[in-house]
């Protein structure tokens, strides 16, 4: 995935090959919804998750790159230091969110460790985190990804830039 990612954002742009990764994804939980129980839907619906993925991950830090040039562009200041430390913040906190909240919702529906069989609220709470959760997540970055304009603009916001920072004759 990581090597047609390129390619296919030549061709379609970083915005619409990340969204395009992203409906991937949906429809691997789609494929996890049909049968939550079956080993074989969720290790097709897993791939189908996994890969989907993998575009957002190439584009993440141009996107981010994208934005410091806009910044520079809109507000006349290059604040790169202080946009990587709040991306980096931002999946710090993220990171450390995402990692309690499964301890919460396991802790919440009774999650037995080392328990032969689990209880239904806990196989449920499974399932939410499994295929539910990431879903919305899919869906609501997808929505979020669309409102980006920025790919359309950047030419010119370099263009522009350049003619900035090069010395007046």
Not at 18 to 37: C, E, K, N, Q
Not at 85 to 103: D, E, F, Q
Not at 110 to 138: D, K, R
């Amino acid at each position: 995935m990581f090597a047609i990612s390129v390619p296919i954002i030549k061709r379609w742009g970083q915005r619409n090959t990340a969204v395009v990764g992203l409906i991937v994804g949906i429809v691997g939980s789609v494929v996890r919804i049909i049968d939550p129980h079956s080993i074989t839907i969720g290790v097709i619906g897993s791939a189908l998750q996994s890969f989907a993925m993998i575009p957002l991950m190439v584009v993440m830090m141009p996107l981010i790159t994208s934005t410091i040039e806009y910044g520079e562009w809109k507000h006349g200041q290059r604040i790169v230091g202080l946009t990587n430390s709040i991306n980096s913040l931002g999946n710090k906190v993220g990171t450390a969110l995402g990692t309690a909240l499964i301890g919460w919702l396991l802790a919440w529906g009774h999650f037995q460790e080392g328990a032969a069989v689990q209880t239904e609220s806990a196989n449920s709470i499974i399932i939410v985190m499994g295929i539910y959760v990431p879903l919305v997540l899919y869906i609501i970055m997808a929505v979020l990804l669309c409102f980006y304009s920025l790919e359309k603009q950047y030419t010119r916001i370099l263009d522009d830039l350049s003619k900035r920072r090069s010395p007046i004759e």
